[in-house]
């Protein structure tokens, strides 16, 4: 089955600058997705970014961008020029498929929560 | 603003009762998904609709139930509640249909309480 670490409980940053978080996932499929979604104070979820698995270029939203490591089975998540309002939880998801049909189901890491420092 | 609705935003209930959750997805979409999160967790996966059936079941206690009516709307009933049941509830859609590239998206999620 597959599963997703998110190693990091809790990370810390100064704002404006720079803070990687980690995320790493078993799998045996090659084709997949995996996405991270922030939830802040108000529990909304939120998605972030996400990486399709065949694309060897890493996904980038604005201040928000992915190294993704296919072989390694690493999806780290870099936000650049840190801001308040981007203190949250960050889960990183895997999306497999289920019952061999074409719907997917995502597995959840268990979230960092991100502060920022002012 | 996801497109996606739920309601109630909050309850509370006593334990042994039954309650039910309403979600709209986004406009178009065909797919919902019910998740719970407890306090400090992260997320399981209850159950998935697609236009109106049943696609895939995750950890959904046999207490639960849920259904997806004609008009795309999905509720999630919840019965003879456990204190352990108190959770967020979030309800999510994607468009459903084949292409990989579909994507979640998440309402503002259900708090429930049961004392």
């Known amino acids: 089955a597959q599963t997703v670490t998110q190693s990091q409980p809790e990370m810390s940053v100064q704002e404006a600058e720079t803070v990687t978080l980690s995320c790493t996932y078993d799998?045996?499929?090659?084709?997949?997705?995996l996405f991270w979604y922030k939830q802040p104070p108000s529990r909304q979820m939120i998605l972030v970014i996400r990486?399709?698995?065949?694309k060897q270029q890493n996904a980038t939203e604005n201040r928000f961008s992915v190294n993704f490591q296919k072989a390694a089975k690493s999806f780290s998540l870099k936000i650049s020029d840190s801001q308040l309002g981007d203190a949250a939880m960050y889960f990183c998801?895997?999306?497999?498929?289920?019952?061999?049909?074409?719907?997917?189901?995502?597995?959840w890491g268990a979230g960092t929560k991100l502060i920022i420092k002012p | 603003d996801s497109g996606v609705t739920q309601t109630p935003k909050h309850l509370i209930t006593a334990t042994g009762q039954r309650v039910t959750l309403r979600c709209s997805p986004r406009?178009?979409?065909?797919?919902v998904y019910w998740y719970q999160q407890s306090l400090d967790q992260g997320l399981q996966f209850l159950i998935q609709?697609?236009?109106?059936?049943?696609?895939a079941k995750g950890n959904i206690l046999e207490r639960f139930s849920a259904q997806q009516f004609p008009d795309l709307h999905s509720e999630l009933n919840l019965s003879s509640l456990e204190l352990g049941d108190s959770a967020l509830y979030f309800c999510?859609?994607?468009?459903?249909?084949?292409?990989?590239?579909?994507?979640?998206?998440f309402g503002p999620g259900t708090r429930l309480l049961v004392l």
């Open positions: 999510a859609s994607s468009s459903g249909s084949l292409a990989r590239q579909e994507t979640q998206y």
């Open positions: 406009s178009g979409d065909l797919s």
């Open positions: 609709y697609y236009n109106g059936e049943e696609r």
């Open positions: 799998t045996s499929e090659s084709d997949y997705y």
């Open positions: 990486q399709e698995a065949y």
């Open positions: 998801a895997y999306r497999t498929k289920i019952y061999m049909d074409s719907n997917y189901q995502l597995i």
